[in-house]
């Protein structure tokens, strides 16, 4: 029955395509984030100091935000800034790592889009749903949210797999994370202009 909503609903099916763009983008940052990691500390334990830290400064900025500028925000601007502010950020984010980011750059470009995630994108991604009866909403978030998201993360992780054989490597990655956040970025903000007018 979720399958059919979402497939019957251009509004459900543009919520799904932007849950495989995040995704995407996502899992791009991550599988990056492992490999530059592990280039840089051979050691398990200052692996896990590293994630550790950056846990800590992602959880601290997503719950400053919360309090103090999610709910400000998304009243000034709207749902479709906090679904697009993120996106727009990793599409410069990408690009300052095809021109030769490092781990330095991509930590704070992980930081970002994971606080930001938090703070706006989930948020934003939620309030979609609310101008949907309870039936449709709890049976077409249960697809998106399962068979939709990871099987978008399965298959970015391929992609990226792909990309890293090239012979950009990294910044083929990079290039191809930016053109994804653009249209991450446009979807968002098309479907919060939508829940708008909705």
Not at 4 to 25: D, E, H, K, M
Request: glycine share 12%.
């Amino acid at each position: 029955a979720g399958i059919g909503s979402v497939l019957r609903s251009p509004y459900l099916l543009g919520i799904a395509g932007f849950v495989v763009l995040s995704s995407t983008v996502n899992t791009f940052l991550y599988f990056e984030q492992q490999l530059l990691v592990a280039q840089a500390y051979a050691d398990t334990a200052d692996r896990t100091r590293y994630f550790a830290r950056i846990e800590w400064v992602v959880q601290g900025l997503a719950v400053l935000a919360q309090v103090f500028a999610t709910g400000r925000l998304a009243r000034r601007f709207g749902v479709a800034f906090l679904l697009g502010l993120v996106p727009l950020g990793m599409v410069a984010g990408f690009s300052l790592l095809a021109v030769g980011g490092g781990l330095a750059a991509l930590s704070v470009v992980m930081v970002l889009r994971r606080a930001g995630e938090f703070a706006f994108v989930r948020i934003g991604r939620e309030l979609l749903f609310g101008p949907i009866d309870d039936a449709t909403r709890y049976k077409a978030k249960n697809v998106i949210d399962l068979p939709v998201y990871r099987g978008a993360d399965a298959l970015a992780a391929q992609v990226q797999a792909l990309l890293r054989g090239l012979e950009g490597g990294a910044a083929a990655v990079a290039w191809a994370g930016a053109c994804v956040a653009t249209a991450w970025a446009a979807l968002g903000i098309a479907l919060g202009r939508r829940h708008a007018r909705r």
